[in-house]
């Protein structure tokens, strides 16, 4: 049995290697072109970049433009968050696979959550702003909607992996379904819940960013126009607003979750 299952690991292995051999030599790089390409890429990405002081002057003046597109991104990824995550909690306990639904209906759940998944949230933007048309609403939603797919199958696996002895020890000292919730089941999924949801608040600032492209406003549209009209300077500075902005987030949750834990 030993021999088989080291036989089986070589064999993984080798078509692991296998499987990134075939994928580099698809891409078909021609090596050739690079230096051109990789020049050509440098002197754009140093157009972006403001050189002499007129330049930042430029960039101090599109404070008033970017202002309100930048509010809108931060609105989107706010509201998709919440609204999927309260959303997402009360699903997590029908998908759990240790809950006291049947498990026909939890599979059924997780079946729907993995297909959902599989979909792109700016597939999603572009249903939904085809629908309701135009604007940040449509964006929030789309946001909301993929928000609540992820975090139900994370809720959900959180829940999964609960000890028992804490539910047991609340259970023998004569809780409730109620009391069993909140404090043996509680205690021990809050800090994932916590964590979990946090990152997705990370991720849909980066979507609201990106399905503003196809419609939905914010930064994502004022980029696009910049990139259109060839007002480079303009695009820089929105790519260093997302930049600061995402890091700014990371750094808060990083300090909040160290402060649960």
């Not at 020049?39 to 930042?56: C, E, N, T």
């Amino acid at each position: 049995m030993k021999v088989f299952s080291i036989l089986g690991g070589i064999f993984g292995l080798l078509a692991i290697a296998a499987l990134v051999v075939w994928s580099f030599l698809g891409l078909e790089v021609d090596w050739g072109h690079l230096p051109t390409g990789l020049a050509a890429g440098v002197s754009f990405v140093g157009r972006m970049i403001p050189h002499g002081r007129a330049d930042f002057r430029y960039d101090l003046s599109l404070r008033d433009q970017i202002m309100q597109p930048l509010l809108d991104t931060i609105q989107m990824a706010v509201v998709g968050t919440v609204a999927g995550a309260i959303l997402a909690f009360p699903m997590s306990f029908v998908a759990a696979r240790t809950s006291v639904f049947p498990q026909s209906l939890s599979a059924a759940i997780k079946a729907y959550l993995n297909f959902s998944r599989a979909v792109p949230t700016i597939v999603y933007a572009l249903i939904i702003l085809s629908a309701i048309g135009l604007g940040k609403t449509a964006g929030a939603i789309s946001i909301g909607y993929v928000t609540f797919i992820s975090l139900s199958k994370l809720y959900a696996e959180a829940l999964e992996s609960v000890s028992i002895g804490p539910i047991d020890a609340v259970r023998a000292s004569g809780g409730n379904s109620v009391q069993v919730f909140v404090f043996g089941m509680m205690p021990q999924v809050f800090p994932h819940y916590l964590a979990t949801t946090l990152y997705s608040f990370e991720y849909n600032l980066r979507d609201s960013f990106i399905i503003g492209i196809v419609g939905a406003g914010g930064l994502g549209a004022q980029l696009l126009d910049s990139i259109h009209e060839f007002k480079l300077l303009d695009t820089g500075v929105i790519i260093a607003l997302l930049i600061i902005l995402v890091n700014i987030v990371d750094y808060g949750s990083y300090r909040l979750r160290a402060a649960i834990s």
